[in-house]
């Protein structure tokens, strides 16, 4: 996919993957982000900016005062890594027993810092300003929550967020009105029955049939009560309980995750969980509790902002620039989004060395092609340019 990248991002190409190697091998968890705030807070310092520091916890923000009346416009990275055992062989794999750059945060970070240092150097052609948000805890704790509490949307008037994708190519830029990631919820099921000797099944109540019942019932939900051309998906990803091979279970746990783009969907979903686990309860005589958590808010791109987003795109990657691939994935950048216009694209970061789509994000051994990282800054500094910089009217 051919590419034009900003000239002045090209320039220091080396020193923005040296940024992101850097992070990748110190990752911190979420609301753990020191070292790599004091990282950033140290480069936007030295860019001249105006630096805020502890924001929502451990994050950072820099101000870039332009030379007018303008708007102001944010970008946004998240910097938090995630609890896994990385399993990769390169130069820069994590010393951090336990802890990775599973996702891709740690080039979200280097290419807003890369784009933080050309808009610095430009700042007198700026007719507005830029606020640069650096995010912890994304990866399920809503570290935009505590941002926005920390004022960190205070005088902006757009945001605009990205995120690696190693679902598209290098060149690839995914982009779209209205709903681009879904509602993220989850849930515990716990089922009680009545334990007893696995030779001597009558009289008790197996919880581990009773959950097997159940798992099975729940998927009826996308299969038979979701319209086949909207989206939804229903996960178990934990079940827990039983003692040994030849006692039956009294208590089963199960957890998992609801996803859907739309709240009358997601609404459905909640009602016929409840529906389904009470009849399932009945049925076999069960106790069954259960537990629903509305986790991140779908998010929905501005119109308005999303086609602002879709021309500076197309000036890096021309034709490129086009619908996602899309995920049932969840993101806290929907909460800047309730709030003011905002647009969460996807930057294509396919490695060109492996089989399309064979690192898949949260994955031990997950990394993309390095070159989507100039992409990235490249159009953070072109959606810049193109609403308070040269191309302003």
């Not at 590419?3 to 320039?11: G, I, K, S």
């Not at 808009?119 to 570290?143: C, H, T, W």
Request: net charge negative.
């Amino acid at each position: 996919m051919s590419t034009q990248n900003r000239p002045e991002v090209e320039a220091i190409k080396d020193e923005i993957i040296a940024t992101r190697r850097d992070i990748h091998k110190h990752p911190e968890l979420g609301f753990q982000e020191t070292r790599t705030a004091a990282l950033v807070s140290d480069r936007l310092q030295s860019l001249g900016m105006d630096v805020k520091t502890g924001v929502g916890k451990t994050g950072v923000i820099g101000d870039l005062k332009g030379n007018g009346s303008g708007p102001t416009i944010a970008l946004r990275a998240d910097m938090d890594g995630l609890p896994i055992q990385e399993t990769g062989d390169k130069e820069y794999i994590s010393v951090n027993d336990n802890v990775m750059h599973a996702c891709g945060h740690d080039g979200h970070v280097a290419m807003l810092l890369g784009a933080a240092k050309v808009l610095a150097g430009k700042k007198d052609e700026l007719s507005g300003n830029v606020r640069f948000i650096f995010q912890p805890a994304e990866e399920g704790e809503g570290g935009a929550r505590y941002m926005i509490e920390d004022g960190c949307l205070e005088g902006v008037d757009e945001i605009y967020g990205i995120h690696l994708w190693t679902y598209q190519k290098t060149g690839e830029i995914g982009i779209k009105a209205g709903p681009i990631l879904a509602y993220a919820d989850r849930f515990t099921i716990t089922i009680r029955g009545t334990g007893g000797h696995g030779a001597a099944p009558h009289g008790s109540v197996d919880a581990v049939i009773v959950a097997s019942h159940l798992v099975t019932a729940l998927q009826t939900i996308v299969s038979r009560n979701t319209d086949p051309l909207e989206s939804s998906v229903v996960s178990i990803g934990k079940i827990n309980g039983g003692y040994n091979f030849n006692v039956i279970a009294d208590e089963i746990v199960l957890q998992g995750t609801a996803r859907a783009y739309e709240e009358d969907i997601r609404a459905m979903i909640k009602q016929r969980m409840a529906e389904i686990i009470d009849g399932i309860g009945q049925t076999f005589g069960a106790t069954i509790e259960f537990d629903y958590e509305d986790g991140y808010p779908a998010t929905v791109n501005d119109e308005n902002a999303y086609e602002k987003m879709l021309a500076s795109a197309k000036k890096i990657v021309g034709e490129g620039a086009d619908y996602p691939y899309l995920s049932m994935g969840g993101e806290d950048f929907s909460y800047y989004a309730q709030k003011i216009p905002g647009c969460f694209f996807f930057v294509g970061a396919a490695p060109t060395n492996q089989p399309f789509r064979s690192v898949p994000h949260h994955s031990s051994h997950f990394d993309f092609d390095e070159d989507a990282l100039l992409v990235g800054s490249s159009v953070f500094v072109q959606i810049v340019d193109d609403l308070i910089g040269e191309n302003f009217q």
